[in-house]
């Protein structure tokens, strides 16, 4: 059947001879084109394996000097281990996915080339909408939790690094074998209306990890995992964090920091009306017990509700998961200007306020106003080491802070 925008570009290339593509003839005249990833040898049977096909789909939109847009159809796509690479001609590329992405049912897949499953890499104006990503990380899982010594680290689903300008709108990601979606190296990236999902008992299984990078909001999503609903990593600055749900999951964090030396530090991190139901923690900043340079200022924590939450408002500077690779001295990492502002409902244990710093560097500068925490419909508790700062307005456990 013929398709009536091949007239619009066969009158296009009659008017404009000079022209010797469709492609360059569309974007002459601002259109957008679509390159169905089907149309490239992509098969929605959910076992053919169509990496190939997403890399031209992905080459032909990324040589396209104007809007593009790459359309995955309803269906199961198996896809393996790609990155997509820029610089491209166009700054306005979207990735339209109406199915769904499946990872290797096997982990040996990502065995030898560590990293992600699906990444973007030194892209600007890239955007995705809809679908879903199916990592199948539960054969990995098992390995782990077993405690097999040749278990891999896994991949990531979604990652992009180096890249500006970027959106994810409405995706789902699910049963990631590591991190669900990965932000690094970055500026400008706004994550909004996902949808992320894993077991509580699946490690490592963070659902939204963010480093080194700047400009970075993530807004009205969903995150159940095993690991932490988001997790802030070094070098990363101006991050908006608002509208979302954690449920199960160890909560936010800022963090861990100051293992490696010379790491960057952390600012300008706002975290706003946040639902967190049945997490291991709340609110949480985290370093290890090691020589740092690195810092976390300039953090307000606002409008959160806890439900059965273990640890609602905690920071570790003596974090050392497993008691591995701890170097047995006071954290580096200097913590300043954090803020609490009405943080309301329960704590699933006695303390629900704990500010355990650096006796190297007491945390400074911590603000507690409006707070309304119980355990168990009593008084909670709050525990301070090495804690400076202020409380105002109702502040129930009252506050420790010197």
Known sequence: MDHPQRHVFQLILLILPCFS????????????????????????????????????????????????????????????????????????????????????????????????????????????????????????????????????????????????????????????????????????????????????????????????????????????????????????????????????????????LGKEPGEQGVENVTVRSVLLSGTENGLRIKTWGSPSDGFVRGVTFDHAIMKNVRNPIIIDQNYCPNEKGCSDQSSGVKISDVSYRDIRGSSATLVAVSFDCSAMNPCSGISLQDIDLAYEDQPAMASCNHAEGLASGLVHPPSCLH
């Open 21 to 256: 593509t469709i492609a360059e003839a569309a974007a002459a005249a601002n259109q957008t084109l679509i390159h169905d990833v089907t149309a490239f040898g992509a098969k929605a049977d959910g076992e053919t394996v169509s990496t190939k096909a997403f890399l031209s789909a992905w080459a032909a939109a990324c040589s396209f000097p104007a809007p593009s847009t790459i359309k995955v159809p309803s269906g199961f796509f198996a896809v393996g281990q790609v990155k997509f690479c820029g610089p491209c001609k166009s700054g306005n590329i979207t990735f339209q996915i109406d199915g769904t992405l499946v990872a290797p049912s096997n982990y040996t897949a990502f065995y030898e080339v560590k990293g992600n499953w699906i990444q973007f890499d030194g892209v600007d104006g890239v955007s995705i909408f809809g679908g879903t990503l199916n990592g199948r990380g539960s054969s990995l899982w098992s390995c782990k939790l077993a405690g097999g010594r040749n278990c891999p680290d896994g991949a990531a689903s979604l990652a992009f690094t180096n890249s500006k300008e970027v959106v994810i709108s409405g995706l789902t990601s699910i049963d990631s074998e590591l991190y669900h979606i990965v932000i690094d190296r970055s500026q400008r990236v706004t994550v909004e209306g996902v949808k992320v999902s894993a077991p509580a008992t699946s490690p490592n299984t963070d659902g939204i990890h963010v480093q080194m990078s700047a400009g970075v909001i993530v807004t009205d999503s969903t995150i159940d995992t095993g690991d932490d609903c988001i997790s802030v990593g070094p070098g990363t600055r101006d991050l908006w964090i608002e509208k979302v749900s954690c449920g199960p999951s160890h909560g936010i964090s800022i963090g861990s």
